[in-house]
């Protein structure tokens, strides 16, 4: 009998563990893999080494893999001429500011540079190299106790962080960061080059990029082209260097990857490397608890309000469906994330799930004095945080959702805060701060002119303004209020506030800015109604993050205590993985199909056929593109078809997330078959659990990319510059 309960209980506890080692699972940092995985990669059919994909002293694939914007997506390098490939979508805005700046719409008509002098320069992109992997958590807790204040300790470890970082950059142009691994038990340095001449040099039309569009989004089927490519430059002497179009150079990567022409079956072995965002598939049953209950309903129920905003204003104006629109899809992505969590998340009953791993917990530390005395506290103090923290938490998301990222005006007058320091400042040579503020004005012209300006609606903002300000006003507790609030509510409705503001306030007009910034005065900055909105919610906003910080620091201290617990109790069963933190990670599995709950098993692959058979002319997101049409009506597709039919996306079953767009997709010989852009509908909920029979990884075909460049486009300067096996 207890044989068969110590069965039934492993058993139990496998089911529990969202975040042990079980096939297709996993967010690997890749100087551990030949230790940890490369055994179990290679009986799934790795054909290559483990020093192949991470090598300290000569170049691997690790090499070919970029951080695009500190984690806003992944790319990887194509040529030896600084080639790389990452999604449309990832890069969409920057197709759209070049839209703007030469009045021609790439966005809609997709671009292609012929040569190098067309490549088209993205001021906003930076893109970083990893040079090296360190763990430095003797470094990072250095005079660390474990009875110390939570507050206390985070301190100590911020100050030897910024130490290290200091040590590891000094006589370099190199970036670093220290990343906290298993809620703050180990620390690792992350050493990047950065590179900040990135051009834009091909993208498909918006009909191919982002065909389905927000329809589609976090869905299998699918049958989006979601590539781009773009080019690093360097200086002369091979060093990273500002933009300089005649004398900088094409980067010349240490590795570049493959490109496989060869296709894939179904259980063929895959990999992926990228630089997924954050999971936190450690939290306790309190923490989805507040996910569920609190944080992605308030997200959701503002962005509800300004997607209707902006979509009807989109659908009245084809210009204002221009300037809109990359700020729309931003939006729109993660508004459908977040209640795809919250519907897969009770399907699955994570809460429940957590709560009886929390039991098993609890049972084990009571049957020993020492664990007991070490850990009895930990499940009741979280609970207690968490509990207490729900307005504050709510607070934080309003102010960033409604206020900071709700009507624009709020953003762009942030990025005069220098600007103000300066003029503000009276301890400063009056000639250099002079030259100070002719500075600044001279780029707060440059970004208002060439990014705000072309790209911002007045009547769309206002209206963003008046209901976003009054949803902050009627859901958040008074004391969380900005004291502006307090003199609008007693002078003006929201909308006479926001007459009075938008009519006179100087950020609204690019003719009164420059006034202004030819001529900058303190007093006309203070005295503009934008402006006092904006010091007050930022006021205000610092008061309640620091109360926010300090929970969170907190509240991650005895989540950290019950991590090192749940570690040391399953410490002879499993291997943990740290949850991802846009650290470079490398996940694994195979080539699968996928069957929906309650629905129809569906292939891992979609074809062009598909996508022509989905058209509707009606419907922008279902628009085909016509030459690519005309292209499928002559069946024209070279080398790339398959039985007649030209591959388009596939399905995998690789452990990935937010960050991960735009990273390869890889076969067993490290070369690329496809390229991330998406996940489905259950893997929504990867941030917290991995369900390994639902999630899938979604990816363009690399044969798709490649018959767009050779039979859509007749790119041979791109083809010639690619490796293709």
């Known amino acids: 009998m207890k044989i068969k309960l110590l069965i039934k209980t492993l058993i139990l506890s496998i089911l529990l563990i969202p975040n042990l080692l079980v096939a297709d699972e996993g967010m690997w940092l890749l100087n551990l893999i030949e230790e940890l995985n490369y055994t179990d990669m290679k009986n799934k059919g790795l054909r290559i080494t483990a020093e192949q994909i991470y090598a300290i002293n000569k170049s691997s694939i690790k090499d070919a893999i970029v951080m695009i914007n500190d984690g806003l997506c992944t790319g990887y390098m194509v040529s030896d001429q600084g080639l790389m490939m990452t999604n449309h979508h990832c890069i969409l805005e920057y197709i759209t500011d070049n839209s703007i700046k030469y009045n021609t719409d790439f966005v809609k008509n997709g671009f292609y540079a012929t040569d190098m002098l067309q490549e088209l320069y993205n001021p906003n992109l930076r893109i970083k190299f990893l040079l090296k ?13 474990y009875e110390m204040d939570a507050i206390d300790r985070q301190s100590i470890i911020n100050e030897n962080i910024k130490k290290i970082i200091e040590e590891a950059t000094k006589g370099t142009s190199y970036v670093a960061s220290v990343a906290s691994f298993y809620k703050g038990s180990q620390y690792i340095l992350m050493l990047y080059e950065e590179y900040k001449d990135v051009r834009l040099v091909c993208s498909p039309p918006l009909a191919i990029g982002f065909f389905g ?26 060093k990273p260097a500002t933009y300089n179009k005649r004398k900088n150079v094409p980067y010349t990567p240490k590795y570049f990857l493959p490109i496989s022409n060869k296709g894939y079956k179904e259980g063929d072995f895959t990999m992926s490397i990228g ?11 309190y923490g989805v608890q507040q996910v569920l209950d609190l944080i992605n309903p308030t997200i959701v129920r503002i962005r509800d309000i300004k997607l209707s905003i902006l979509k009807r204003n989109m659908q009245a104006d084809s210009i204002i469906d221009l300037m809109y629109k990359s700020k729309y899809n931003i939006i729109s992505n993660y508004w459908k994330y977040y209640m795809g969590q919250i519907e897969v998340m009770n399907r699955l009953k994570v809460m429940e799930t957590k709560r009886a791993l929390e039991n098993d917990f609890t049972k084990w530390i009571n049957e020993d004095i020492q664990r007991k005395n070490e850990y009895r506290n930990v499940l009741l103090n979280i609970q207690k945080i968490i509990s207490e923290s729900n307005q504050l938490r709510k607070a934080v998301i309003y102010y960033n959702e409604a206020g ?57 903002d206002k209206e963003l303004f008046i209901t976003l300000f009054q949803m ?29 503001l938008f009519n006179n ?75 991802a933190n846009s650290t470079m990670r490398l996940t694994y599995g195979k080539i699968a199909n996928y069957t929906p709950i309650g629905g129809l098993p569906l292939t891992f692959f979609t074809t062009l056929d598909d ?31 398959v039985d007649g039919k030209l591959p388009l996306c596939f399905i995998s079953d690789l452990d990935v997330i937010g960050g991960c767009s735009g990273a390869p997709i890889l076969n067993g010989d490290g070369e690329i078959i496809g390229i991330v852009f998406d996940i489905n509908w259950e893997a929504t909920s990867s941030q917290y659990t991995f369900d390994k029979e ?23 300067n791109i083809i010639n510059e690619l490796k293709i096996v």
């Open 133 to 145: 992997i360190e763990d430095v958590t003797d470094k990072a807790l250095k005079n660390v106790t």
């Open 213 to 238: 569009g927000d329809t589609d989004n976090w869905m299998w089927p699918r049958h989006a082209g979601d590539f781009a490519f773009l080019r690093i430059y360097m200086g002369p002497d091979g």
């Open 611 to 641: 996508m022509i058979a989905r058209e509707n002319p009606n419907d922008p997101d279902f628009i085909i593109d016509p030459h690519l049409k005309k292209l499928y009506n002559q069946k024209d597709f070279g080398i790339y078809a």
């Open 694 to 716: 639902q999630t899938r990884c979604i990816a363009t075909d690399i044969r798709f990319v490649l018959f767009y460049l050779d039979k859509y486009l007749n790119a041979k």
């Open 404 to 460: 900071f990222n709700g009507p624009e005006i709020i953003s762009f007058i942030l990025k005069f805060d220098s600007l103000y320091n300066i003029m503000n400042n009276n301890n400063l040579p009056n000639e250099l701060k002079k030259s100070m503020i002719t500075d600044q004005a001279t780029k707060l012209k440059y970004f208002a002119s060439n990014y705000f300006f072309p790209s911002y609606d007045i009547k769309v």
């Open 505 to 579: 306030s100087i950020f609204t007009s690019k003719d009164k800015l420059y006034n202004f910034l030819n001529n900058p005065l303190l007093s006309t900055l203070e005295n503009d109604l934008g402006f006092k909105v904006t010091q007050s919610l930022y006021s205000k906003y610092k008061e309640i993050y620091k109360s926010y910080y300090n929970t969170t620091i907190s509240l991650n201290n005895e989540e950290r205590k019950f991590l090192a617990g749940i570690r040391e109790m399953l410490k002879n069963t499993y291997i943990f993985y740290p949850d």
């Open 472 to 500: 902050m006003y009627n859901n958040l507790l008074q004391q969380y209020h900005p004291d502006i609030f307090t003199e609008l509510s007693k002078n003006y409705t929201f909308a006479l506030f926001a007459d009075e």
């Open 275 to 285: 630089f997924p965002g954050n999971t936190d598939r450690f939290m306790t049953s």
